[in-house]
């Protein structure tokens, strides 16, 4: 089914702003150590990181655009 009903492995946890370029942190399924995500980099599942923005993440995911906002903006 497309868009498929099962949500990815991952679990975005927020973001993060060093010298100017923004980064995600990402919950990995099974894992309890965050890992980080900057702009253009694969997330499982093959999402990739178009955007990173104070208010949300843009990514692509089969052609399809989806944006994701922080909790709280």
């Known amino acids: 089914r497309n ?3 099962t949500p990815p492995s991952w679990r975005l ?3 993060t702003q060093s010298a100017g370029k923004w980064s995600i942190v990402v919950l990995k399924q099974g894992t309890t150590v965050p890992e980080y995500f ?3 980099d694969k997330l499982p ?3 990739r990181i178009e955007a990173i923005t104070e208010e ?3 990514l692509v ?3 399809r655009t989806l944006i994701l906002s922080y909790i709280g903006s």
């Open 3 to 5: 868009p498929s009903l």
């Open 13 to 15: 946890i927020g973001a």
């Open 38 to 40: 900057k702009l253009g």
């Open 45 to 47: 599942g093959d999402y």
């Open 56 to 58: 949300d993440v843009t």
């Open 61 to 63: 995911h089969e052609g």
